[in-house]
């Protein structure tokens, strides 16, 4: 009656310490505000629900997910009567998306491990985040929907049914939706769908299908009636369109060349050394007779190199994507080592991280930054087998073991967790103290220059563009669009340089005019110039077709903290 009682109550527990975990990370998300990277998210979105077209006037593939983001910025709007606060509640939502992929993957690893385990992995889902940026992008959305899926499509070996394949259909559509290179998983989706009894299968497959086809069938169904038939094909282009500084590495050889030099970068030959001594180990094990003796070694060369892996950085702008690095890497020794009677849910796991890894990485040109995150779910399949390991042992043994596995899960699990609450992308987390009142940051808390910074910022963008003119700003500052109602007319929200020849392509389209006006942002709180740009004058800028139609047709207005320059009528 004890050990049923004790058994009953562990759930509860989980679901409180999953609760006060969100809690408190929304508490953490009123600190610090990203400048260019989270109101990128945000920015496209913003576009869209002022009647800026997708596709047709938004280049970029990521922009499908701020078709995603849409309803809710609608929804938000509509509520509050306008987008003051909208940074901050984003941040929530992100949360609370989250926190609910989480629970779904904890519930569903108590089906297949331990309890321990499978509250360890979802507490793993709920503490990373790509690039410790609470926020709704199609990085954290893709991550978010993936693990969904799972959730309900693993299950479907054991309970096949309709309305469980269709919300896996649905989930692997929206994860594909936020991040498209994840389409690469798609075998992964096939095979656990196969994995259903024989007399099922073909009713789990159209589950699987007629889910995958909703959210499809919504979003072409939105951007037909936006562009109509004719319009959507011609834009279809502009959903490959790059700025200069994501050219890409030049093809798939080339980009699958810089993705594994990524890893000797960041992590060094010797450890990748290592990773490959500890994996000829285990092959060991698992093929040659007589290696049984060599198993203490391993499991202590493979517990150094974990440790190794994981300690090797405490911190910084991206090392939050790098914890989950090490145990995925030793995924194959491990997988080696224990040898698991059941391995198809660990196997899936693990090899739908790397295909994820693998996808974006050749699908996009940000390397291993980005590519890091589908390690999430290698890093659960480590789990698995580590619990299974810990479960062939009985008594002191057992005892040893359980201690080991606990430590090794809560090395990733602090050292996140002190990532995230601790720690900013972009800002000094401790010196912010001084509370924003107004503008898409409202209800944030940043340092007294950054707040001053876009204190002035907001208030020349207000008092010079008018609610509805058309505004290309020549920065990295995605959020000075939606701090005065304006209407962007910009080639991409990701402006590096004003050589680019994307800006001329742009507004040289038939039917586009130029904007009315043009936005050169100031050196930033800390002194730093905004990117390529030291003054905030068309005449610092580079040669080119821009610079060339500033100095022609548009009259320069100073502001605090940076120029204006308005279109000569």
Not at 52 to 69: E, F, K
Not at 231 to 255: R, T, W, Y
Not at 540 to 555: F, K, M, S
Request: charged share 15%.
């Amino acid at each position: 009656m004890e050990y049923k009682s004790r058994q009953a109550l562990r759930p509860a527990l989980a679901w409180g310490l999953f609760v006060a975990l969100a809690a408190a990370l929304i508490f953490r998300a009123q600190w610090c505000m990203n400048g260019p990277d989270e109101s990128y998210y945000l920015a496209k979105t913003y576009a869209m629900l002022m009647g800026v077209r997708p596709l047709a006037d938004i280049s970029a593939l990521t922009q499908i997910s701020n078709i995603l983001l849409l309803p809710l910025m609608w929804l938000y709007r509509l509520v509050t009567g306008g987008l003051d606060g909208v940074y901050l509640a984003s941040r929530v939502a992100a949360v609370l998306l989250q926190t609910g992929a989480a629970l779904a993957v904890w519930r569903w690893l108590r089906q297949i491990t331990g309890e321990w385990a499978a509250l360890a992995g979802g507490l793993l889902c709920q503490l990373f985040i790509p690039l410790n940026l609470t926020a709704l992008s199609y990085n954290s959305m893709g991550l978010f929907f993936i693990l969904l899926f799972f959730a309900c499509a693993e299950p479907l070996a054991r309970r096949p049914g309709f309305w469980r394949a269709f919300g896996a259909g649905v989930c692997f559509a929206l994860a594909a939706a936020a991040y498209p290179p994840l389409v690469v998983t798609a075998p992964v989706a096939l095979v656990m769908v196969w994995r259903a009894e024989r007399s099922r299968r073909l009713l789990a497959l159209g589950g699987l299908c007629v889910g995958g086809a909703v959210p499809a069938a919504v979003v072409l169904g939105w951007l037909t009636a936006r562009l109509g038939p004719a319009g959507l094909i011609e834009a279809l282009p502009n959903l490959f369109a790059k700025d200069v500084a994501h050219q890409g590495s030049g093809g798939l050889l080339a980009s699958a060349r810089q993705y594994l030099s990524d890893f000797v970068w960041w992590f060094g030959l010797a450890y990748l050394a290592a990773v490959v001594l500890v994996t000829l180990l285990a092959a060991a094990l698992r093929f040659l007779p007589g290696a049984a003796r060599l198993r203490p070694v391993f499991w202590a060369g493979f517990a150094l190199v974990a440790v190794w892996g994981l300690v090797m950085r405490p911190g910084g702008l991206f090392w939050i994507n790098f914890k989950l690095v090490p145990l995925a890497l030793l995924g194959p020794a491990l997988f080696l080592a224990v040898q698991p009677k059941k391995p198809a849910a660990g196997l899936l796991l693990w090899v739908a991280g790397v295909l994820y890894s693998g996808g974006i990485a050749l699908g996009t040109d940000v390397g291993l930054v980005n590519a890091s995150y589908g390690f999430l779910l290698c890093d659960l399949a480590a789990l698995l087998w580590l619990e299974e390991e810990v479960c062939r042992h009985s008594g002191a043994c057992l005892r040893r073991w359980a201690g080991a596995s606990a430590l090794l899960a809560a090395l990733v699990l602090v050292q996140l967790a002190g990532i995230r609450f601790f720690t900013d992308y972009a800002g000094d987390l401790f010196a912010c103290r001084v509370r924003i009142e107004s503008g898409p940051s409202a209800g944030m808390w940043d340092t007294a220059d950054t707040v001053s910074y876009y204190n002035q910022t907001c208030e020349d963008l207000r008092g010079q563009v008018q609610p509805g003119d058309s505004l290309f700003v020549m920065n990295v500052l995605p959020w000075a669009y939606m701090a005065c109602d304006s209407l962007p007319n910009t080639p991409d929200y990701w402006i590096h340089s004003a050589a680019d020849p994307m800006i001329q392509w742009y507004y040289e389209q038939p039917g586009r005019q130029l904007p009315q006006v043009v936005y050169l942002a100031g050196p930033l709180p800390d002194g730093r110039a905004n990117y390529n740009l030291e003054q905030p004058l068309a005449e610092c800028l580079e040669e080119g077709w821009i610079r060339d139609r500033l100095l022609e047709d548009y009259r320069p207005q100073p502001g605090r903290t940076g120029t204006f320059y308005l279109r000569a009528e």
